[in-house]
């Protein structure tokens, strides 16, 4: 029995959707990249992964809270391939609030960085868009006085269950 999930796409066979899809309409969309500025953004989603080349990656996929373009996404990728790299991702990471002794540690702190949010620069240099991390931003129940804090934590997102997903490929 084949294992979809790690069958090419050339091993599919789509020839029973022709029809529908010669049938299907398909309207012009007129995307618009989101124009460079400052944004608060929540992390949806986070992963390890590898880049064609094979340098460890860390994806970043941020929905955009606002102040303008709300509901959008920014991506934003740290390629762990160098000691520069590898400064960038530290600094990221601390400014999520993540503080590892060992990046190694990454992996299994993987869903601590879902659902921070941040405040973003998105620049945009000749064909190339970045996004850097400005600063977090710390929800009410995170700035909570002392004494409050291990009162119930709302209940798990969408993201925190697609990051556990994420993980449970490593």
């Known amino acids: ?85 590898v400064g960038w991702l530290k600094k990221d990471l601390y400014t999520c609030g993540l503080r590892l002794t060992r990046l190694s540690e990454l992996p299994a702190n993987l869903e601590r960085l879902l659902d921070i949010r941040l405040e973003v620069l998105k620049k945009t240099k000749g064909d190339y868009e970045s996004v850097y991390f400005n600063k977090r931003i710390k929800t009410a129940d995170e700035a909570a006085p002392a004494g409050t804090a291990g009162q119930a934590k709302p209940a798990p997102t969408k993201a925190t269950s697609k990051a556990r997903s994420e993980l449970s490929k490593f």
């Open 1 to 85: 029995m084949t294992e979809f999930k790690d069958a090419p796409v050339t091993d599919v066979d789509l020839a029973d959707f022709d029809d529908v899809f010669q049938s299907s309409e398909a309207d012009e969309r007129d995307y618009q990249p989101v124009p460079d500025g400052k944004y608060q953004v929540r992390v949806e989603t986070v992963e390890l992964a590898r880049t064609p080349k094979g340098d460890p990656i860390l994806k970043w996929m941020l929905r955009i809270l606002g102040p303008t373009c709300e509901g959008r996404v920014l991506f934003r990728n740290n390629v762990i391939s160098t000691d520069e790299n």
